[in-house]
């Protein structure tokens, strides 16, 4: 079977290597190197299991610019380009998965269509309106950044917004291409399937603010917070993981999927998803308070990634502190590896670590790395258990 992926970032780039194990799959992208090292079986993105894949296992996979040559004969075509909440605007920029639902649609390909981008609740009837298709459904992807096939090999459960005979043949497909066996799978309307997505990361964004104001508390009080996690945790309804502390949720899915759910409550009562919105501005103005009691006239940020073994940094909750911090007129410094340019954010990027960590009076770190032991005195971090 020929399969399509558009976009190939960590959701694309996964799927498609987990379906060419079994199938012919095209990607497809907008950018020429991205495509080219696909091509020459060299990951793009920085992931463990993509990366061994590529280069050691026998894949039906190749790269293309050319839309038209990977929707072509496409059973499926995965769409998994990248959307945005756009908070000046208040809504889901989701034009680059309708740039490829037009594509489909002029072309008059039988073919269906499986959103894996998130998206607003509603968007595939909204689609199925607007331009007058059937062929289209949403299926949910939970993945880790850096652990996406990982997380299609193993996952937890596969959820196809369809009951249908070609949501079931698509479901199979996953399942064929992972080596997990026994994968729960559920089929519900797309309406639901869109609504299960925005709930479970706005779940696991409630579970990182709540130990993050866990830890705030500690702090100020002059608590022990790892006690306190640790001892709360030992009730079996709460339990002992996704609980270290940091400085707020970011990264791809959380801060948008967040905000999108809140604007889906138009007119609906609530009180915690707001919060939960609010909670993460304010952890980043309590980590900056912080920081500014140290009285630094220098501050380094060690990493603008997210998570260890991670070369993605958009939307990292870093980002807001290092705006709150340039409003208090500190200078700040940046070590980022995976940076060539000289500035970031009109900060200035030192990327030899023995230069950074000598000219920073204090260091933030979201996550607490080997390499910043010899400096660990300058070292500010909420990171208790050196994991994400």
Do not use: W
């Not at 894949?53 to 026998?58: H, S």
């Not at 889901?92 to 649609?105: G, H, L």
């Not at 289209?136 to 596969?158: C, T």
């Not at 030899?352 to 933030?364: A, G, H």
Request: include cysteine; hydrophobic fraction near 35%.
């Amino acid at each position: 079977m020929k399969i399509a992926v558009a976009g190939t970032g960590y959701v694309g780039l996964s799927i498609a290597t987990l379906l060419s194990q079994n199938n012919e799959v095209v990607a497809l992208d907008i950018i020429q190197e991205k495509v080219d090292m696909i091509n020459n079986k060299v990951s793009p993105i920085k992931d463990k299991e993509i990366e061994d894949f590529l280069k050691n296992k026998k894949l039906n996979l190749r790269a293309t610019l050319d839309y038209k040559e990977a929707f072509e004969g496409a059973e499926y075509i995965v769409i998994s380009t990248p959307t945005n909440y756009d908070d000046e605007r208040n809504f889901f920029d989701t034009s680059s998965v309708e740039d490829i639902i037009q594509k489909v649609k002029a072309m008059n390909i039988n073919t269906t269509m499986v959103v894996k981008s998130t998206i607003p609740v509603g968007f595939i009837n909204a689609m199925k309106q607007k331009y007058k298709i059937d062929n289209i459904m949403f299926s949910p992807e939970f993945l880790r950044e850096g652990k996406a096939l990982y997380d299609n090999l193993y996952p937890s459960r596969i959820i196809v917004g369809e009951k249908s005979e070609r949501a079931e043949k698509f479901a199979e497909l996953l399942k064929e291409g992972a080596i997990k066996k026994d994968i729960v799978v559920k089929y519900m309307d797309s309406t639901e399937a869109e609504a299960v997505k925005l709930f479970a990361n706005t779940y696991l964004a409630l579970r990182v603010a709540y130990f993050n104001e866990l830890d705030t508390y500690a702090e100020i009080k002059g608590l022990n917070t790892k006690d306190i996690i640790e001892g709360v945790g030992l009730d079996p309804r709460i339990g002992d993981h996704y609980n270290n502390p940091s400085f707020g949720y970011g990264g791809y899915c959380l801060p948008k999927d967040t905000k999108q759910l809140l604007a889906n409550y138009d007119n609906v009562p609530q009180n915690l998803i707001r919060a939960i919105v609010r909670s993460n501005r304010t952890r980043k103005r309590h980590i900056t308070e912080m920081i500014m009691r140290k009285n630094p006239d220098v501050v380094g940020i060690y990493r603008l990634t997210m998570k260890t073994d991670s070369d993605n940094f958009r939307a990292s909750a870093i980002q807001g502190i290092i705006e709150r911090l340039k409003e208090e007129d500190v200078e700040i410094i940046i070590y980022e590896p995976t940076l060539k340019a000289d500035t970031f954010n009109g900060c200035k990027v030192v990327n030899d670590f023995e230069e950074f960590s000598e000219d920073s009076d204090v260091i933030l770190a979201n996550r607490f790395e080997n390499i910043l032991e010899s400096v660990k005195d300058k070292v500010y971090t909420r990171d208790l258990y050196s994991r994400d």
